[in-house]
């Protein structure tokens, strides 16, 4: 009997796939009820903050039937948004089935299509889940007929489900069991083992999690990695329970985790094939592609002397995070850093905030932005992702920017402010397509660049919280693009440098020049802040020389204050970064961020 | 050598850009004289009555609002606790409070210099400052003042109000001139954030003014207040040469002293130690006559560093400056090369003097905060 099941959960953000999972471990006794907390997979602590699952979480549970049979369950429960969409592709691959989750409230979203694609294209069986339906405002009989109109189902076949009461949780149980197929067992095969994932331990490092396709590991093989043939011998090899359980072997069709002999296991990558050393594969498992960063940013230390600690605290957040990439970087204003990649906004801020909390660096960052390719005069092509090393405007043939297709759904009475705010940002409109209860899919062609900022959250706003969005690269077009400059004194800030369309470039100077007037403190002398295209200013202003500054009043009760609040000043100061002469404050490096939409 | 501070917390009503502690309700005045004669007679035999006692000051709040008899026996307990000898004895008074018969009574209490709180003759900007006086008071109390057996006296002066020209200052400053003052405190109106101008200047109902018309009142008091031969030696203090106040000089210059009521602050620095102590009292008239006085209720303790930075604080703000020897001898500080280089550049662009002491020219002077930080983070 093939009693193995391995599926993932699906579903557009926040429709409650953790939750749903926390029922699973709980009604088959993987955790005990004393352990339990909410959204137990999220262990992460900006997870839990945050209420978001980021990373996918593996785990293995024992499934007693009704009529006593036991099954083994792998489950992956996936992250939502769509920065971590590849955290959704990796984990499909391990899997034959996958749940998909629909808010009985909220109705199909962005990416409760965008993921279903996903899994009906690796041939996974769908159990389709209405959840949520003790919300008073769930609407399961029209959003189940949203179901049945994108996936092509009987309405009878979708299951009603409370994640948080635990409603019809058994039904589901039984339905994993009966409608996703159990694993092929090919075990008499050559190994060939499939990396969907890998965690960063200090004491043991890189643990390989991987889903056996074909053939048998045991502890103690000598194994090695298909993409760069390294040989490890197969340490300890085990099952993903609530806690490591090691055993002897992992057989075709079981998921589970390997640890290799060699404790920095650098060589391991999510996608990646193991195979035995005697008697290996001919072929990798095929089509994994690797995560592509879409965003970057500078990110320097405000100490200096942090320099080292915060390559150090990369290399560790790389070890658990295979899509965040970095390389040095150096910067006139800012000294020595890193330019690094990010999947998105949301995985640039949760980088950020990870090396200021679990690492403890004070960083600053620069206004983050596309990958740009830039044709030279010469013929070559090259990859520009730092606007401060955009050629010479007379070195370039073309510039050419990313383009993503986005998806937007929303209720049909904000079709008129999503049209705007595409057209906005430089959209192509391609169609719209109305759906059940009054929703429309709108699909538009944007430059990704117009994206990057602060899209999502104007479109949030403009449509009352409704509207969700999917995207994906399409390719790369010419632009009409420009290298935005940004001087103090005459002297250029490369650091504020930005890359900007020809059209918006005017507003955007001056609009920067302002911003950094209010932001740079008076100084002793006069600060002329000006915005240059090549070699032509656009745009200027002027901080003011400082006339005045001293307390009027210093007597015996005003003493401490004032000298508490100097050392206040005098910390201030040392944030202060140095371009020529004038200080500038480390807002300033991020003044494009915080303006209003109409100054952008 | 020492002085003493002591703190009168009641105001007929609030100015609208006071931050000191004050209560306006006047009830527990007689409590509180009892209370602070008590806070007196707890420093009897302790270390603080060993050193002479140089100057005595009467701060508020409004000490105009104590009776003579009143200010009389404090300063009686202060006589038979502390060894006083003497060379200032200064009370704050308000204009409206001020009749012959009070300058007369504090005057043989002890008193033996004024400081009137004026601020302005203006009526529109003492409406504006809340103050309680009209202009013809103001007017009334200084002539009082000048017939009255005060030959040393000072009158504080506000300047930057918002919406406040040139000539009306001009105008004040003159109408000061008349009455042949010694001394003079001009002080640039200052937003707190935790008073009522503050909270009207946060919600943008008021616009102070811009730092270089500030900067212009600032340059219009030091040159009109020279040509009278009054001459600047701090930031907002002016004197006609050897009229310098020696209380407030003697902040500046870390001599000790002993604040006493509630919200005073007190410096003690024993002579050789490596470490001095600054202390204060709870400012709160309730938890004081609960004597609560008996505990700090905030302390700290400097080391040189920051003794020696404070001094560079409070010297950078006189026109005497700050000696390096001084610098060298009492705090074993000297300055680095980056310090001089940047010294040098002020110098050179005549914000400062350098010889045997560092001090600022009225153009440094006007930016002295810049100015010192900028020197400690060199
Ligand atoms: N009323 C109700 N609330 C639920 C149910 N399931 C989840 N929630 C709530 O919905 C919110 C999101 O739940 P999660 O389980 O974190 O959702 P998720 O799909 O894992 O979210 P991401 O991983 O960030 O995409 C939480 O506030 C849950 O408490 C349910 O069945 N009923
Ligand atoms: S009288 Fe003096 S202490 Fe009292 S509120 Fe006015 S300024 Fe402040
Ligand atoms: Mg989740």
Same mark, same amino acid.
């Given at each position: ?15 409650? /796939? ?40 593996? #785990?293995?549970?024992? !499934? ?34 996958? =749940? ?12 409760? =299509? ?28 029209? #959003? ?27 039904? +589901? ?17 050559? +190994? ?16 390989? !999690? ?37 055993? /002897? ?7 589970? @985790? ?35 960063p879409m965003v970057f940013s500078g990110i320097f230390p405000t100490d200096a002397d942090d320099f080292e600690?915060l390559r150090?605290?990369l ?10 990439t970095y390389e040095p970087e150096t910067s006139k204003a800012l000294g020595f850093g890193f330019r690094a990649g990010f999947?998105g906004l949301?995985?640039m801020e949760?980088v950020q905030?990870?090396l200021d909390?679990?690492?403890?660096i004070d960083i600053i960052t620069t206004v983050p932005n596309v990958q740009y390719e830039v044709e030279l005069v010469e013929g070559d092509r090259i990859q520009v992702d730092n606007p401060s090393q955009m050629p010479a405007v007379g070195d370039i043939e073309a510039i050419y920017e990313p383009y ?20 906005d940002r430089r ?14 899919? #709108?699909?538009?062609?944007l430059p990704m660049a117009e994206v990057v900022f602060d899209f999502?959250d104007r ?17 790369y077009r010419k632009g009409d693009l420009v290298r935005l400059d940004i001087l103090l004194n005459g002297d250029q800030v490369d650091a504020l440098s930005s890359i900007t369309h020809r059209d918006k470039a005017y507003h955007l100077g001056r609009k920067v020049c302002a911003k950094l007037k209010e932001l740079i403190p008076q100084q002793q002398f006069e600060v002329a802040v000006q915005a240059a295209i090549g070699n032509r200013v656009i745009a200027r202003d002027t901080v003011r020389a400082m006339r005045k500054d001293v ?17 206040k000043q005098k910390e201030g100061k040392k944030r202060m970064k140095q371009v020529g002469t004038v200080e500038i404050p480390q807002e300033a490096f991020l003044a494009v961020l915080s303006m209003d939409e109409d100054d952008r | 050598?020492?002085?003493? !501070? ?10 609208? @850009? ?9 009830? @527990? ?11 007196? @007679? ?28 009143? %200010?009389?026996?404090? +300063? ?7 060894? $006083? ?12 409070? $001020? ?68 000539? $009306?200052?001009? /105008? ?18 200052? $937003? ?13 109902? =008021?616009v102070p003014p811009e730092d270089d018309k500030v900067a212009r ?6 040159? /009109? ?26 902040? &500046? ?14 410096? &003690? ?5 490596? %470490?001095?102590?600054? &202390? ?12 609560? &006085? ?19 604080? +409070? ?15 009492? !705090?074993?500080?000297?300055?680095s090369e980056e310090q001089l280089q940047y010294i040098d550049r002020l110098s050179d662009e005549g914000k400062a ?10 153009k440094g002077?006007k930016i002295a905060d810049t100015i010192l930080l900028d020197i400690l983070t060199k």
């Amino acid at each position: 009997m093939n009693n193995i099941r391995n599926f993932c959960i699906i579903a557009h953000i926040d429709h409650g /796939k953790s939750t749903l999972a926390d029922r699973l471990l709980q009604k088959t006794g993987a955790i005990s009820e004393r352990d339990m907390k909410e959204q137990m997979l999220d262990d992460m602590d900006l997870e839990r903050e945050r209420g978001i699952t980021i990373k996918s979480h593996a #785990i293995r549970m024992d !499934y007693k039937r009704p009529n006593g049979e036991n099954y083994i369950f792998n489950l992956i429960d996936t992250p939502g948004h769509v920065d971590f969409a590849y955290e959704v592709s990796r984990a499909l691959k391990a899997c034959e089935g996958a =749940i998909l989750v629909v808010d009985a409230a909220q109705g199909i979203e962005a990416q409760t =299509i965008s993921n279903l694609y996903q899994a009906i294209e690796q041939n996974l069986e769908i159990i389709p889940v209405l959840n949520k339906i003790d919300l008073p405002g769930a609407d399961p009989e029209n #959003i189940g007929q949203q179901i049945v109109d994108l996936i092509g189902c009987d309405y009878e076949d979708i299951l009603h489900v409370s994640g948080k009461t635990g409603e019809g949780v058994d039904e +589901l149980l039984e339905e994993i069991v009966d409608k996703v197929p159990g694993p092929k067992r090919e075990e008499d095969k050559p +190994l060939r083992a499939l990396i969907f994932d890998s965690i960063f331990n200090t004491y043991r490092g890189s643990i390989a !999690y991987v889903r056996v396709m074909e053939g048998v590991l045991r502890k103690g093989d000598l194994f090695k990695f298909m993409s760069n043939l390294e040989e490890y011998y197969a340490e300890e090899i085990g099952y993903l329970k609530m806690k490591q359980e090691p055993t /002897k072997e992992l057989r075709a069709g079981e998921v589970g @985790y390997v640890i290799g002999s060699v404790k920095s296991l650098q060589d391991v990558r999510v996608g990646d094939t193991i195979t035995k050393v005697d008697n290996p594969a001919k072929e990798p498992i095929p089509g994994y592609q690797e995560a592509k960063p879409m965003v970057f940013s500078g990110i320097f230390p405000t100490d200096a002397d942090d320099f080292e600690d915060l390559r150090a605290a990369l290399e560790k957040l790389q070890l658990n995070d295979a899509s965040l990439t970095y390389e040095p970087e150096t910067s006139k204003a800012l000294g020595f850093g890193f330019r690094a990649g990010f999947l998105g906004l949301l995985h640039m801020e949760i980088v950020q905030e990870r090396l200021d909390r679990e690492f403890d660096i004070d960083i600053i960052t620069t206004v983050p932005n596309v990958q740009y390719e830039v044709e030279l005069v010469e013929g070559d092509r090259i990859q520009v992702d730092n606007p401060s090393q955009m050629p010479a405007v007379g070195d370039i043939e073309a510039i050419y920017e990313p383009y993503i297709k986005a998806s937007i759904i929303t209720p049909a009475d904000y079709i008129g402010p999503v049209m705007k705010l595409c057209q906005d940002r430089r959209g192509i409109y391609v169609n719209q397509l109305f759906m059940q209860n009054n929703r429309v899919e #709108i699909t538009y062609e944007l430059p990704m660049a117009e994206v990057v900022f602060d899209f999502y959250d104007r479109l949030k706003s403009g449509t009352r919280g409704y509207a969700s969005l999917d995207y994906e690269f399409i390719e790369y077009r010419k632009g009409d693009l420009v290298r935005l400059d940004i001087l103090l004194n005459g002297d250029q800030v490369d650091a504020l440098s930005s890359i900007t369309h020809r059209d918006k470039a005017y507003h955007l100077g001056r609009k920067v020049c302002a911003k950094l007037k209010e932001l740079i403190p008076q100084q002793q002398f006069e600060v002329a802040v000006q915005a240059a295209i090549g070699n032509r200013v656009i745009a200027r202003d002027t901080v003011r020389a400082m006339r005045k500054d001293v307390t009027a009043k210093c007597y015996g009760g005003d003493i401490s204050r004032k000298r508490k609040l100097l050392e206040k000043q005098k910390e201030g100061k040392k944030r202060m970064k140095q371009v020529g002469t004038v200080e500038i404050p480390q807002e300033a490096f991020l003044a494009v961020l915080s303006m209003d939409e109409d100054d952008r | 050598m020492a002085g003493l !501070y002591i703190h009168i917390p009641f105001c007929k009503q609030a100015c609208s @850009y006071c931050d000191f502690y004050f209560v306006t309700q006047q009830k @527990y005045k007689q409590e509180f004289v009892d209370e602070l004669i008590r806070e007196i @007679y707890s420093h009897k035999d302790t270390r603080f009555t060993t050193d002479p006692i140089q100057t005595i000051y009467f701060g508020g709040g409004t000490p105009s609002l104590l009776t003579p008899a009143q %200010t009389g026996s404090i +300063l009686e307990a202060i006589y038979s606790v502390f060894d $006083v000898q003497a060379e200032e004895i200064t009370l704050e008074m308000n204009p409206d409070d $001020v009749t012959r018969d009070f300058l007369s009574g504090v005057k043989s209490a002890g008193i033996d210099r004024a400081s009137m709180g004026v601020q302005s003759f203006d009526t529109d900007l003492l409406n504006f400052m809340h103050r309680a006086h009209t202009s013809g008071e103001a007017l009334r109390c200084l002539e009082l003042l000048q017939s009255s057996d005060f030959n040393v006296f000072t009158v504080d002066l506000i300047y930057g109000n918002p919406g406040q020209s040139l000539e $009306v200052l001009e /105008k004040d400053i003159e109408t000061i001139l008349q009455f042949d003052p010694p001394h003079i405190s001009a002080y640039s109106l200052t $937003v707190e954030p935790q008073t009522r101008l503050g909270k009207q200047v946060k919600l943008g109902r =008021i616009v102070p003014p811009e730092d270089d018309k500030v900067a212009r009142h600032f340059d219009l008091v030091v040159n /009109k207040l020279k040509e009278a031969g009054i001459m600047q030696y701090e930031v907002s203090n002016y004197a006609k040469p050897g009229k310098e106040a020696i209380h407030n000089s003697n902040y &500046w210059d870390h001599v000790n002293y002993l604040g006493l009521g509630p919200g005073a602050h007190s410096f &003690w620095w024993e002579e050789d130690l490596k %470490t001095a102590h600054r &202390w204060s009292n709870k400012p709160d008239l309730r938890s004081y006559l609960k004597q609560e &006085w008996e505990q700090p209720f905030e302390q700290e303790t400097l080391n040189m560093q920051a003794l020696a930075e404070e001094r560079l604080m +409070l010297g950078l703000r006189t026109r005497k400056g700050v000696a390096s020897e001084e610098l060298k001898s009492r !705090y074993q500080f000297s300055f680095s090369e980056e310090q001089l280089q940047y010294i040098d550049r002020l110098s050179d662009e005549g914000k400062a003097i350098f010889d045997q002491n560092l001090r600022l020219t009225t153009k440094g002077l006007k930016i002295a905060d810049t100015i010192l930080l900028d020197i400690l983070t060199k």
